[in-house]
Structure formats: C-alpha cells, structure tokens
C-alpha cells in the first residue's frame, strides 16, 4: 500500500525531522499549518521549495473540527501524527483555556475526524500521539515508566494527560491503531528558542561574539533527561509499523540539571557560565517539576529503539548551529573586525 502521512505540527522542531525522515522513507508527506502573518516555515523550507517539493500543506488548526475532517477526507492518510499543541509550559500558565483547547480537545478533534473517515472508507488510518514526560510532573516513582502514575504540574501537563487517555479511549473503544509516545524534553538546534537549552545555546554564542552580555533565567537546580529531536522521531515512526498499537517512554535514561547544561555550553565556548548568567523571578514557574527521568526499557526491547546522540554530543550539535548564526549576526551588525576575528 502507498504509504501516505499527515503531520500537525510541521512547522515544529519534531514535525520538521519526522517530515525528513519520513520523505527518506518514500511517504507522501502531508503536513497541517496554521495561517500566520509570516511565513513561519524557516525549518522546512528545504522540503518545500523547489520544482517538485517533497512536503504538501494545507492550512488548519487543531481548533477547528470540521476542517480536519475536510483534511483527511481529502488527503486519505494511511499515518497521522498529531505533533501540534501549545508546547510551552511556561505560557500554558499563562493561557490555561487555549492550552487545553489545542493541546487536549484538540487531540479529540482529530480522533473523531479519523473516526469518521476510516468508518466511512473502511481504510486504516494509524494515530501516533505525542504525549509527555511532563504528565509526570510532581513524580511519583524515578526513573519513570509506562506503569507510573500521572501528577502533572501545569496546564500544559494536565491538557497532555487528556490528549493521552483519549487516544487510549479511542483505541479501546473504537479499535483505533492509536500509539502514544510518552516522550521525555528532546532537544535540537531546531528547538524554539525559548526552551532553556536552546535559550542557554543561543545566548552563550552570542555572548562570546560580544553580541550580548547577560543571559537570565529561572531555576537553575531543575533536572531532566535531555535527548535528540532528530533520534525521537524514528521511535514515533516505528510505533507505528508494529502490528498492535501500544504506549511507550522515549528517554536517554540520563539525567542533567538546567545548571549542567549552563556549565556545559559556556565551557564549550571557553567561558564561565557563573560570569554570565543571572536569576530572573520572572521565570519561575508557578508550580516546578523537579525532576524527569525515564526508563525507556520497553521502547528498546520491543521497538528496538534507542538514542544515538549523548548529552556532550546534543550540546555540541546546538553550540555549534548558534555559533553559525551569530557569526552571521555578527558580520550582518558589521562589528569591529576584532569581533569578526573572535568568531
Ligand atoms: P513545537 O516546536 O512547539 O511545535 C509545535 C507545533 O504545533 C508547531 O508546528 C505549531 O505551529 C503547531 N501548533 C500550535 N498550535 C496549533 C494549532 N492550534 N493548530 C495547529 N497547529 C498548531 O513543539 P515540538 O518540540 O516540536 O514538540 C512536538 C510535540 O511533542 C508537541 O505536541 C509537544 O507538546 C510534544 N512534546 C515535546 C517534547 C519536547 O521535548 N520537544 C517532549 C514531549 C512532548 P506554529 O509553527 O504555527 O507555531
Ligand atoms: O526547556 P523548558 O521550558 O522545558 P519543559 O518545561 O521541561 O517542557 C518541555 O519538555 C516537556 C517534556 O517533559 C514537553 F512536553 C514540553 O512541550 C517542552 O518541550 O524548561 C526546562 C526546565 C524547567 O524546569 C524550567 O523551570 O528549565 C527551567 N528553566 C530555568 N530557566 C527555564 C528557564 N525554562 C525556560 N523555558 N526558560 C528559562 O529561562
């Protein structure tokens, strides 16, 4: 059969590498975007542009039911993967209602367009939902697995923990092909730039080409077990190549805290992140979770899955991408030729 993929979330950091992947692998590849004032497709243009472009899209909106039904009807997926949501926990604190609107019912939106059109032309359609490690929350067992029990600490989390019960809900009780990926933070130099990896990436590059001098953040102590976006992504394909839909945890099975990650990167760049970065309140948040670390047993034994990016690798991966960019900032700023002597 003519293996045909949606993607929501395509202008994302996962939708963009799945969007790679999946296209290396001859699908037809689908993705949704939302309209925007700008272009907003700056990680996908390479599969988009050109004679014969290897990504289609179509605008829509996990808001807006009746579109996403038009959507599938028309595309006829064999593979869905819902990768869209409001994905910031720190904002969902701030947009609790819009959060749960995209991030949950959102989820149940697109079951029930799947529903209705795998009923209608009696053709399969497999689910690949991202669920995550921030269900966990306040946790109750480390490390995490399948078995353990929710205790999200945000919106955000809360909306995660509908968007995965109702795909198991759905899977129960329609017989839906529906897979979650209960994925721990995965990181990239695609990843927005407001995640704190990529916040820590992007400010220390900069700082060493004089283009800023402080870097503030919030909690500094908070842990978490940081892998590759572009190694996550082959884990949501091959749940959905197994004959029985199943939930699974993607982690490195490592832990680092937000400090490390400070120490790490500014000593890639010969600097001292203790000179740099100063605590802002702003960005605590109103409820923490401490710590996250997964136990990807199942994932490695039964999809035969596993990383094959490490901790110091991601850091370099993400210091030298911003590297890249600060030095274009730096020449397009034209700075003095010492500066451009130092990148
Ligand atoms: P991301 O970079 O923030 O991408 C989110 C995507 O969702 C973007 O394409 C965004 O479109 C789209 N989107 C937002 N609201 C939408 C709406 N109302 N309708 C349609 N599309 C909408 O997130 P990511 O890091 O790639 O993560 C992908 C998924 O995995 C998300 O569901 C996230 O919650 C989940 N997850 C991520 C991690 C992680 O560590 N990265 C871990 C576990 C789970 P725009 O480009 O237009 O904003
Ligand atoms: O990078 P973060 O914003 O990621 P967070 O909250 O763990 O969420 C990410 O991972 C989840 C998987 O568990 C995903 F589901 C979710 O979509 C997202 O991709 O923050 C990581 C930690 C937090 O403890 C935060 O308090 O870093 C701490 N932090 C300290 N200073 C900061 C900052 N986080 C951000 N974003 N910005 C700061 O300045």
Redesign the pocket.
């Known amino acids: 059969m003519h293996n045909r993929a949606l993607i929501t979330g395509v202008t994302g950091q996962d939708g963009s590498y799945l969007a790679e992947l999946l296209i290396a692998k001859g699908y037809e590849v689908h993705g949704l975007r939302r309209r925007s004032s700008t272009f907003g497709t700056g990680r996908i243009e390479h599969l988009i542009f050109g004679e014969s472009p290897q990504l289609q899209l179509h605008y829509g909106d996990l808001s807006d039911g009746n579109g996403l039904v038009r959507l599938i009807r028309e595309i006829r997926p064999t593979e869905v993967y819902n990768l869209a949501?409001q994905?910031?926990?720190?904002v969902s604190f701030d947009q609790p209602a819009y959060t749960a609107d995209v991030t949950a019912v959102g989820t149940l939106r697109l079951l029930e367009a799947i529903r209705d059109v795998q009923d209608d032309t009696g053709e399969q359609i497999r689910f690949y939902q991202a669920s995550?490690?921030?269900m966990y929350g306040k946790v109750l067992e480390t490390p995490q697995k399948e078995t353990t029990p929710f205790y999200p600490r945000s919106p955000?989390g809360v909306a995660?923990v509908y968007g995965h019960w109702i795909t198991i809900n759905y899977r129960e009780s329609y017989g839906l092909h529906a897979s979650c990926g209960i994925?721990?933070?995965h990181e990239s130099p695609r990843r927005g730039e407001?995640?704190?990896?990529r916040?820590i990436t992007r400010a220390a590059t900069r700082i060493k080409l004089g283009l800023q001098k402080k870097l503030?953040?919030?909690?500094?102590d908070?842990q978490?077990d940081w892998g590759f976006a572009g190694d996550y992504v082959e884990a949501m394909w091959l749940m959905l190549q197994q004959d029985k839909a199943d939930d699974y945890v993607i982690a490195t099975n490592e832990l680092s805290s937000?400090r490390d990650f400070c120490e790490q990167t500014f000593a890639r760049l010969d600097l001292d992140y203790r000179e740099f970065v100063e605590i802002d309140p702003r960005?605590y948040?109103p409820a923490?979770?401490d710590l996250?670390l997964g136990d990807s047993t199942k994932a490695r034994t039964r999809l035969g899955w596993r990383p094959r990016t490490n901790f110091p690798q991601l850091v370099d991966m993400m210091v030298e991408g911003d590297l890249a960019l600060a030095r274009q900032e730096a020449l397009i700023q034209g700075l003095t030729p010492s500066v451009r002597k130092a990148a």
């Open positions: 949501a994905s910031h926990v720190r995550s490690s921030e955000y995660k994925l721990f933070n407001t995640f704190v990896t916040k503030h953040l919030g909690n500094l908070s978490r937000v960005y948040r923490e979770v996250l």
